[in-house]
């Protein structure tokens, strides 16, 4: 496997249901970000995590649920879930976050279509 | 706050009819603005990251060119196959990464 891998990658459930989606970045890298993107709408940023920490929580409701165990693996557990949370959910890693001059290319994965009943 | 806005939200080109796209950003302090292309259903694919105004960086029929309050990305004899949504996001020294909404770029035969 190269680059950012999710799975699985199309997943409809109930409002009852629980279920978790999976990130997985082969780069190397330290940062990792789940965004949700909408139609016609920009992407949004979820959260954040650097070095395994959450650093960033865009006020996301509390029926999403993140995790990091390390650098290469990322979760979005998903419970109670409203129709209104359909969407293409992206996940991105990148070298660091703030580091020196440069910016940091995010780089992402396929993405999880999410269809909520 | 910091802002991105893209114009125009669509475009429809001829094959081998250039054109530009537009990428306007309020930033505290611009740290990088990335270029990516999504296609339908698929996770943005990057292209290009500029740091200073000045500077352009380049990739087959694609330029990317940067000023101090705007981008373009520039799209020379496009081809079916460029047909995608153009996204441009910015980060800030606050490490603040903000997307826009995109072009929506389609190319006929």
């Known amino acids: 496997e190269t680059g950012v891998t999710q799975t699985p990658r199309h997943l409809v459930m109930g409002m009852t249901n629980k279920k978790s989606l999976k990130c997985e970045q082969h780069?190397?890298?330290?940062?990792m970000y789940w965004y949700k993107q909408s139609a016609k709408k920009p992407l949004e940023l979820m959260f954040v995590?650097?070095?395994?920490?959450?650093?960033e929580n865009n006020s996301v409701p509390s029926r999403f649920s993140p995790e990091c165990p390390n650098s290469s693996h990322l979760f979005l557990h998903l419970h109670t879930l409203q129709p209104e949370d359909s969407a293409l959910y992206l996940c991105?890693?990148?070298?660091?976050?703030?580091?020196?001059?440069?910016?940091?290319?995010?780089?992402f994965g396929p993405g999880t279509r999410l269809t909520v009943l | 706050e910091d802002q991105v806005t893209q114009s125009p939200e669509a475009l429809r080109l001829q094959e081998g009819e250039s054109s530009s796209l537009n990428c306007s950003y309020t930033v505290s302090g611009l740290r990088g603005l990335f270029w990516y292309r999504q296609d339908p259903g698929k996770g943005p694919e990057f292209l290009f990251t500029l740091y200073s105004a000045g500077e352009e960086k380049e990739k087959e029929r694609l330029k990317a060119t940067l000023t101090k309050k705007e981008s373009f990305l520039h799209i020379t004899a496009p081809k079916p196959e460029d047909s995608a949504t153009y996204l441009c996001?910015?980060?800030?020294?606050?490490?603040?990464?903000?997307f826009g909404p995109g072009t929506r770029l389609s190319v006929l035969p």
């Open positions: 780069l190397g890298h330290n940062a």
């Open positions: 996001a910015v980060e800030s020294y606050g490490q603040n990464f903000v």
């Open positions: 991105a890693s990148s070298q660091g976050r703030g580091l020196g001059r440069s910016g940091n290319e995010q780089f």
């Open positions: 995590y650097s070095l395994e920490e959450r650093v």
